[in-house]
Structures are given as C-alpha cells and as structure tokens.
C-alpha cells in the first residue's frame, strides 16, 4: 500500500503512540480488503458507545487510547448512548450504570470527539453534518451509513468501534469498499408488488428487502416515495435493510442521487404484501412502552406525533429519541410542551435497543420501526409490536 510521507512518519510513531496505534488499525484494514492507498475523510461517526456494548474492557481500551493522547484530526462525532444524558435518573437508570456511561461520554469528549461537547445520535445529518455528493466518510451506525450512501450519494464503508475511532485520529480510511466506483454498482434489481404509503410501510418493505438481499446493493425501480416525509421515509427503509440485511447502500429509480448512473441489473427480486414484514416484526400486541425515534427522529416526525397527542392524555409512556439539537428545536416549535402535556417525553441521545430495558422493568415496546423491533427482540430481548405511527400513538392513548 502506498502511503504518503506523513503517514509513514504517523506509522513511525512520530506523532505519539495513539496516533501510530491508529495508523496500525487504518493499515490493517487496508492490508484485508487490498486498497492501495489511505484517502482523507470529512467526518468521522463512532458507534459502540454504550455501556452495556463497550463493558469494562472497552471501557478500559478507551482509557488507555486517551491516557496516550488520541486527538481527532477530523470532525467526529458519536453514535447514541443507552441513556439521556441528562435525565437518565427519570428513565430508571441504574447510577452506576450511568456513571460508566458518562465517563465514556466523558473519554470520547477528551480525544476531541463533538468539538469537545459530543452530541450522541445516529442522525447526525439533522445536525448540521450533512455530508456533500461525493464525500469520502468513516462512518459506523448502519442507518446513517445507508442515508449517507444512498440518500445524499457520500461514501462510506460501515465503520466497526475501533476502525471509527482511529479514522478520526488520523483523518484517513484505506480506499476499499464503497469508497469505490464498482462497488457502487447495483447487484440486485427489486420490484414491489405493494406501493408503501407510511413512513413504517417503508421500515416493512426494507426488512423484507434486507432478509431477501443481505449484502448486495438493491436498485428498485418501480418504487414510488412521495411526500411528506420523503426523505423519513428513505431513512426507514435503509435502517431497515441494514439491520435485517446488511445493506449498506441502495438505489432508487428517479428518486436518489447516484440511480440515474446505473441500469438495472439482470438478478431481480420481486417483494410481495407489506403485510408479512408487519406480521414478521411483531410478537406481541400487549405493550408497556411505545418508542418514537429509530432511528433518532427529526423535527418534523416529532411535530407529526405534537399533532396526534395535542389535548389528549396517554395513558401508557411514550417516548422519543432525538440529538439534543432537535430537540430544541422541539421546543421553540412547541411540540415538546404538547408531547409533554400528554404525557411524553423526548429523550436526547439515548437509544433504546442498547438500553437494558429488562432491568429498568420494560418487557415489551410498540415501534413504527423495523430497526428498533429487530434489535429490540435479538438484542434487548423485549417483545415488539411493530405498527404504524397512528397505530403505535393509539396504544399509548
Ligand atoms: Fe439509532 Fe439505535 Fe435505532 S442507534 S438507528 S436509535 S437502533
């Protein structure tokens, strides 16, 4: 692999023992997937940030990273934790639970992470780091990894922890994977017998997209994504894809930047009744919890649910997971007072499916995402209903 003379003075151990511990893992990388050379990235999303993930070894790996004085080079920024930084005494949380939480909150802001101040969330396209066409990225939560690939055209790999955090020290990735023209390319072409219609439609469609394709790249062609919420509605069918597969970029006919530069390819897949993705994603219709916000939603999905509630009082907890930055903008609009009224609330940071949910006493939780119910089962080992948002807000009424 070629490196440039700064690289090779970083590998040299030249700017400190972190930096060169980064270059070793960028190298690695390289090394695996045969790239030729290291490309500098504009920002950098470093996922694996909750407690219940990281445990005391990734806890003590961060220690040691900053101990040697790992600084980003590059914008960076992280994934949600399991908790609201700042009320996670409201939701339950153990102490010292959120004492561990904190401190790797607190390690990532050391090295540099958030400017200093990091805003946990996996949309960070609503706050203010919106990738250009084109832009080479190190990004690691698969739904922003798809929306960056596929709604706004940038380039990304899907990141693990430590390869995340060791772009950000050093500003570079090895040019491999959708860093790369070909690997750009369609594999699969998928038609839809049923036009989705709701921003959870679209989460179904995904998960039976992702369960028929797992790893290839799918080009729809017939798929009709109107508005509003056109670009929701793209989230939730890339978050969906990428958890029940593992699809990292898609294309859609007339609809997403990068379609036009492809023709269909000759392997199709034709998706049949959204219904079975609604019958496949939900065990249960009893549920204590309904969770808004997977992923983190925007403003304009939080203003939707302000309107549903508005006067109304719920009588099961319904909350809403956002970046901090949506949230104020929550509540100069508003809607945060009318979610709250009702009895709602709005959660900066947090994310559910890493949450220890059993322990804060929640054994089963209504979704408008396919994500969230995938991983809340496998992972948080809770029950899901999985519904559209009318339906998820009228369980909580
Ligand atoms: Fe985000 Fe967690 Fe969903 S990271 S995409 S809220 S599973």
């Known amino acids: 692999m070629k490196l440039t003379d700064e690289e090779r003075s970083w590998l040299a151990g030249e ?22 050379r290291l490309i500098p990235v504009e920002s950098v999303q470093i996922s694996g940030v909750s407690y219940r993930n990281l445990g005391e070894a990734g806890l003590n790996f961060l220690r040691r990273w900053v101990q040697e004085g790992a600084e980003v080079r590059v914008p960076a920024l992280l ?15 153990d102490p010292e639970f959120a ?40 990004w690691a939560e698969s739904s922003a990894v798809s929306f960056a690939n596929s709604v706004l055209g940038a380039r990304t790999n899907r990141e693990g922890g430590p390869g995340a955090i060791a772009a950000a020290l050093t500003g570079r990735v090895a040019e491999y994977g959708l860093h790369r023209d070909e690997n750009r390319r369609p594999t699969v072409t998928v038609e839809v017998e049923e036009q989705p219609r709701t921003v959870a439609d679209f989460s179904a469609l995904g998960a039976l997209v992702g369960n028929e394709v797992k790893r290839g790249v799918p080009y ?7 508005e509003p919420l056109r670009e929701t509605k793209l989230k939730a069918l890339g978050a969906a894809m990428a958890a029940t597969g593992a699809v990292a970029l898609y294309h859609v006919r007339d609809v997403t930047p990068e379609a036009a530069h492809f023709e269909p390819p000759a392997e199709r897949v034709r998706i049949g009744l959204l219904r079975k993705g609604y019958a496949f ?9 309904v969770w808004i916000g997977c992923p983190h939603a925007s403003v304009e999905e939080i203003g939707e649910v302000a309107a549903m509630v508005e006067g109304k009082r719920l009588r099961r907890p319904l909350w809403i997971t956002c970046a901090q930055q949506v949230r104020g903008e929550a509540i100069e609009a508003g809607y945060a007072a ?28 209504a979704t408008l995402s396919a994500k969230a119910a995938f991983y809340l089962r496998n992972l948080a080992g809770v029950k899901v209903h999985f519904g559209t948002l009318s339906e998820c807000i009228r369980l909580a009424l």
């Open 15 to 36: 700017g400190g023992v972190a930096l060169r511990r980064a270059m070793e893992i960028i190298v690695a990388l390289g090394r695996i997937y045969g790239a030729e």
């Open 99 to 138: 004492r561990r939480q904190e401190e790797i909150v607190a390690l990532f802001a050391q090295m540099g992470v958030g400017y200093g101040s990091p805003v946990p969330t996996c949309t960070p396209y609503y706050i203010g780091h919106r990738p250009t066409f084109g832009a080479h990225l190190a």
């Open 220 to 226: 729809f062609v017939d798929l009709q994504v109107e």
């Open 338 to 365: 009318t979610i709250e009224a009702a009895g709602g609330k709005l959660y900066a940071d947090a994310c559910l499916a890493i949450a220890p949910l059993l322990d804060l006493g929640i054994h089963s939780v």
């Open 281 to 289: 994603l939900t065990d249960t219709h009893e549920v204590e919890l």
């Open 79 to 93: 994934n949600p934790t399991a908790m609201d930084m700042g009320a996670w005494s409201e939701q339950g949380f």
